[in-house]
């Protein structure tokens, strides 16, 4: 069972457009949620978080809008580049048992110049 | 570079057969956290150790085993391997706040 819905799958953007990554959850448990940033070859970087009680945090061009009541968040790209193109991953952390934390499947982002 | 060591970055095995995957966390970091990932299923959590002793557990196998030893690192033992085992393995670290996970450059497991 998946904690951590995610959508799309891929995502192709044209370069200086807005990409938008999906992401729901269910167990009001979580307390914590991180998106993750996977180059080709290395491992998952933390890029950009959140905690539930604000609705939205902004770090350069990356943008987390949070919506507790629907149990949903999303990562936004301004302005994306083709440095941009990495697989993301949201995620998030309970507090319960040990601070785990679960992974969506993950977006394949292309952006093409 | 995230400070996390994992070794071997390939391994190359048949079906039935044993392996040990090695991760030294980040110095300091007492959480290590064990990730197989997959096409199709993402980042799965296998396990987490703090400081030595199992502190959760996810969706990991029987035949799968992992510890944290005194000086932090861990291992993870696949044994009876099968053609589905098949992934990248990934050891993550944190420290006390447990926000921030450092990932390694993981392991790719091909059993063949």
């Known amino acids: 069972q998946q904690q951590v819905k995610q959508s799309p799958q891929s995502l192709i953007v044209q370069k200086g457009g807005i990409s938008i990554i999906n992401c729901a959850y269910e167990?009001?448990?979580?307390?914590?949620f991180p998106w993750y940033q996977q180059f080709p070859g290395k491992g998952p970087a933390l890029l950009i978080a959140i905690r539930p009680d604000v609705s939205e945090k902004k770090e350069g061009r990356f943008t987390i809008s949070f919506n507790k009541s629907a149990k949903q968040f999303s990562l936004h790209i301004m302005d994306s580049q083709p440095g941009d193109s990495a697989t993301y991953f949201c995620a998030a952390r309970t507090g319960n048992t040990g601070n785990q934390f679960y992974f969506g499947t993950g977006t394949s982002l292309t952006v093409i110049p | 570079d995230s400070g996390v060591t994992q070794t071997p970055k390939h391994l190359i095995t048949a079906t039935g057969q044993r392996v040990t995957l090695r991760c030294s966390p980040r110095?300091?970091?007492?959480?290590v956290y064990w990730y197989q990932q997959s096409l199709d299923q993402g980042l799965q959590f296998l396990i987490q150790?703090?400081?030595?002793?199992?502190?959760a557990k996810g969706n990991i196998l029987e035949r799968f085993s992992a510890q944290q030893f005194p000086d932090l690192h861990s291992e993870l033992n696949l044994s009876s391997l099968e053609l589905g085992d098949s992934a990248l393995y990934f050891c993550?670290?944190?420290?006390?706040?447990?926000?921030?996970?450092?990932f390694g450059s993981g392991t790719q497991l091909s059993v063949l």
């Open positions: 993550a670290s944190s420290g006390t706040v447990n926000e921030k996970l450092f």
């Open positions: 110095s300091g970091d007492l959480s």
């Open positions: 167990n009001t448990a979580f307390d914590y």
């Open positions: 150790y703090y400081n030595g002793e199992e502190r």
